[in-house]
Nanobody, 120 residues
């Protein structure tokens, strides 16, 4: 059974930092590309960052470049999102997503999300 469990969300002041974690199980983590998405109230879910299975390539949304860092530890089956210089507009539910190929078909899985609130 595939599980993605996010943690590390919370309330932080503008300019602060948080580190999100997503622990994966039920599939071969080192074969999956991993992503972080976020969804703010009344907005569509958007891609924040992704990282390929080896960790050798990452991509970021323009809105978080230079502030957020995605990384992964394949030995721990965990992907991280280090968030710094947080802004009010970073407030959202953050979701972890895994993408992998099963018999040539791309399948993906979502975590349940973790709330990040940036407020003074």
């Amino acid at each position: 059974q595939v599980q993605l469990v996010e943690s590390g969300g919370g309330l932080v002041q503008p300019g602060g930092s948080l580190r999100l974690s997503c622990a994966a199980s039920g599939f071969t983590f080192s074969n999956a590309a991993m992503s972080w998405y976020r969804q703010a109230p009344e907005k569509e879910r958007e891609l924040v960052a992704n990282i390929i299975n080896t960790g050798g390539d990452t991509k970021y949304a323009d809105s978080v470049k230079g502030r957020f860092t995605i990384s992964r530890d394949n030995g721990k089956n965990t992907v991280y999102l280090q968030m710094t210089s947080l802004k009010l507009e970073d407030t959202a539910v953050y979701y972890c997503r895994a993408d992998r190929s099963v018999w040539g078909v791309n399948v993906h899985y979502w975590g349940q999300g973790t709330q990040v609130t940036v407020s003074s």
